[in-house]
């Protein structure tokens, strides 16, 4: 695919689209709360999120529009925990997958990581396969990152996926690389 893949971190000029993206009922429904959520609510955990040093967001850009956002979050010495959410408009077009790279391989040049873990539902198909176009294997949930697995009550039906060995490791993060800015 030829589309022109860019990643930065988030500012507050990309408050509202992650707003309207999170609300979206497709990705409420992939989700673990379901509820849609309130302005206010949105801007007091974004300006949060923006604070936080253990939280990088990143936003994609293809071809020059915004096309989706992707989300690591801390979780222990060089694991990150991994979601995307794209925007609606510009899904189901193959942008998923090569958001999701261009922002491990920005990741990659701010941060140590050696494992990546992302999580998602058994009916959410075209997230696993986004996250296994970037070398993610599907584990079902370990006990070896409690924080994670203590979100999801047993009876759900999840995924978990790992990736090791940071950058180095996929012919992905390699191909990501160079979708990066
Ligand atoms: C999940 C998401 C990031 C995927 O991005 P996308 O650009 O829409 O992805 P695409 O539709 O291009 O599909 C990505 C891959 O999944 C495949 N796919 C799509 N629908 C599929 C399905 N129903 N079953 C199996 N594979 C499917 C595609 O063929 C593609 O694989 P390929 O590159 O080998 O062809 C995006 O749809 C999204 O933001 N969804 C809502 C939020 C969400 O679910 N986030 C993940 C929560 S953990």
Not at 100 to 107: F, P
Not at 130 to 159: A, H, I, L
């Amino acid at each position: 695919m030829d589309a022109n893949i860019v990643v930065r971190e988030a500012t507050l000029e990309d408050r509202r689209e992650i707003w309207e993206w999170w609300n979206d009922p497709v990705t409420r429904r992939m989700m673990k709360k379901n509820d849609v959520v309130p302005w206010e609510e949105h801007c007091a955990w974004f300006d949060g999120v923006l604070k936080d040093p253990g939280r990088i967001l990143c936003v994609g850009f293809v071809d020059g529009e915004k096309a989706g956002n992707v989300r690591f979050d801390f979780q222990g010495e060089g694991v990150y925990e991994v979601s995307v959410n794209m925007n609606p408009q510009l899904r189901g077009r193959g942008y998923g997958p090569l958001l999701v790279g261009a922002s491990i391989a920005y990741l990659n040049t701010v941060r140590p990581v050696t494992t990546l873990i992302a999580m998602m539902k058994k009916i959410n198909p075209r997230s696993r396969k986004t996250f296994e176009r970037n070398g993610f294997v599907v584990k079902e949930p370990t006990r070896d990152y409690p924080r994670m697995v203590g979100r999801f009550s047993p009876e759900e039906e999840w995924y978990s996926e790992l990736i090791y060995g940071g950058k180095s490791d996929a012919g992905a993060f390699r191909a990501a690389a160079s979708h990066a800015p």
